[in-house]
C-alpha cells in the first residue's frame, strides 16, 4: 500500500469517526465554526460530502490505472501498424501535400544544405572522434604493433625444395704404391718420461 492510498485511508477513518462522534455525543447540537453556524445535521452532511469526493476519486484513480493499462497493451500492437502506414503512404504520395493532407500528414522536408561552418564542425568532431577511440586506416593499423618481451618469436618459414644434387664422381680404390709418406711431423708421444 503505497503512503498516499494509506493517508487517504486514515483520513476516511478519522472523518467516519468524526461524524459518529457528533451524532452520538452532539445528536442536536450547534456549532460556530469560523463565523458559520452548523447544526449537527449540516456538520454530518459536510463531512459525508467530503467522503464521498475522496471515494469518487479513489474510484477514478483505480479506473484510470486499468484504462491506462489497457492503452499501453492496445499502443504495443497497434502502434507499430501505425508507423507502418504512415511510412507506406508517405511513400507512395511523396510530396503530394493534398493527398497526404487527406490522411493528416505533411510530406517529408528535404534536409537543409549544411552551411561551410557546419560542414567544418562535424569534419572536426569526426576527427576528434576518430583520436578517442583510436580508430586508423588500414595502412597506420598494418604500422601498429605490439612490444612484447621476453619471448622470442620464431619466423616459420615454408620448406624449400633442395636444388638437386651434383652427380659425384665415381671414386677409384687406392693402390698401396700410389699412397704417399705423410709429410706432417708426427707429435711428440705425451706417454714417454722427459729428463
Known amino acids: ?10 483520513t476516511l ?5 468524526l461524524i459518529t462522534g457528533l451524532q452520538k455525543q452532539f ?6 465554526l469560523g463565523n458559520t453556524a452548523f447544526t449537527t445535521a449540516t456538520l454530518v452532511q459536510a463531512l459525508q460530502s467530503l467522503i464521498d469526493a475522496i471515494n469518487a476519486v479513489n474510484t477514478a484513480q483505480a479506473n484510470a490505472k486499468v484504462a491506462v493499462a489497457a492503452l499501453r497493451v492496445t499502443v504495443a500492437t497497434v502502434g507499430p501498424v501505425v508507423l507502418a502506414l504512415k511510412r507506406n503512404l508517405l511513400a507512395m504520395f511523396g ?4 493527398t497526404l493532407a487527406l490522411f493528416g500528414l505533411e510530406p517529408r522536408k528535404a534536409p537543409a544544405p549544411r552551411t561551410g561552418p557546419e560542414i567544418a564542425a562535424a569534419a572536426a568532431k569526426a576527427e576528434a ?5 583510436g580508430t586508423t586506416s588500414k595502412k597506420k593499423k598494418l604500422a601498429v604493433t605490439g612490444n612484447v618481451t621476453g619471448v622470442t618469436v620464431t619466423p616459420v618459414t615454408a620448406p624449400t625444395a633442395a636444388p638437386p644434387a651434383a652427380p659425384v664422381p665415381p671414386v677409384m680404390p687406392a693402390t698401396p704404391s700410389a699412397q704417399t ?3 706432417t711431423p708426427s707429435a711428440p708421444s705425451t706417454g714417454a718420461a722427459t729428463k
Open 27 to 32: 445528536p442536536n447540537g450547534q456549532f460556530t
Open 95 to 98: 510530396t503530394a501535400t493534398d
Open 13 to 17: 477513518a478519522q472523518l467516519q469517526a
Open 181 to 183: 709418406a705423410s709429410t
Open 129 to 133: 572522434t576518430r583520436i578517442a577511440r
Open 1 to 10: 500500500m503505497s503512503k498516499t492510498s494509506t493517508s487517504k485511508a486514515s
